[in-house]
T-cell receptor, first 114, second 114 residues
Framework: AQSVSQHNHHVILSEAASLELGCNYS??????LFWYVQYPGQHLQLLLK??????LVKGIKGFEAEFIKSKFSFNLRKPSVQWSDTAEYFC????????????FGTGTSLTVIP | DTGVSQDPRHKITKRGQNVTFRCDPI?????LYWYRQTLGQGPEFLTY????????KSRLLSDRFSAERPKGSFSTLEIQRTEQGDSAMYLC????????????FGPGTRLTVT
């Protein structure tokens, strides 16, 4: 089974700081990659996704992620965070050739200090 | 907005009792997923339906868990003889399948087993 690792469990940043959250997965074949966000009191929503093509994908609210196949990574970035970005961030992987299961990381809690 | 809905939102039950949760997906979505999420963890895949067919089930899923999607619309997840370890948030998500792997999540049902 695939696994997803998010090494940053808690991140605290000041507003306007740059953000990078790490995500590594274990599967060597074709993958679909996702970042989901959960704002306080809300349910999970999609931030961005990668299926194929340009490895640099852009999502909502100024977020982007880069797929680096050789490193099995899909790190999330934002050049300047805002207080409203305070949330839990989850990386997820689906390997379509092996089934329809989605594997989520343990999440990274981001706190942005005004 | 007719997003994914789940009922009930909270359930407290005594150990040994049976519980049933309901999920209503977005109406045109043919795929439906159930996940379990405990504190500090990401969602853990339980099972997946395409229309009314249950196509995948996690090996970690106990025989006490059963899910149905009788008409390819709403789904139910039943847990028999609940145990304290079943306490978790149970999430439902739906998607358009091969058209889009994007999953739309519901608010979840929080189960507490006393």
């Amino acid at each position: 089974a695939q696994s997803v690792s998010q090494h940053n469990h808690h991140v605290i940043l000041s507003e306007a700081a740059s953000l990078e959250l790490g995500c590594n997965y274990s599967y060597g074949g074709t993958v679909n990659l996702f970042w989901y966000v959960q704002y306080p009191g809300q349910h999970l929503q999609l931030l961005l996704k990668y299926f194929s093509g340009d490895p640099l994908v852009k999502g909502i609210k100024g977020f982007e992620a880069e797929f680096i196949k050789s490193k099995f990574s899909f790190n999330l970035r934002k050049p300047s965070v805002q207080w409203s970005d305070t949330a839990e961030y989850f990386c997820a992987v689906n390997a379509p050739n092996t089934g329809n299961q989605f594997y989520f990381g343990t999440g990274t809690s981001l706190t942005v200090i005004p | 907005d007719t997003g994914v809905s789940q009922d009930p939102r909270h359930k407290i039950t005594k150990r040994g009792q049976n519980v049933t949760f309901r999920c209503d997906p977005i109406s045109e979505h043919n795929r439906l997923y159930w996940y379990r999420q405990t504190l500090g963890q990401g969602p853990e895949f339980l099972t997946y339906f395409q229309n009314e067919a249950q196509l995948e089930k996690s090996r970690l899923l106990s025989d006490r868990f059963s899910a149905e999607r009788p008409k390819g619309s709403f789904s139910t997840l039943e847990i028999q003889r609940t145990e304290q370890g079943d306490s978790a948030m149970y999430l439902c998500a739906s998607s358009l399948g091969q058209i889009s792997y994007e999953q739309y999540f519901g608010p979840g049902t929080r189960l507490t087993v006393t």
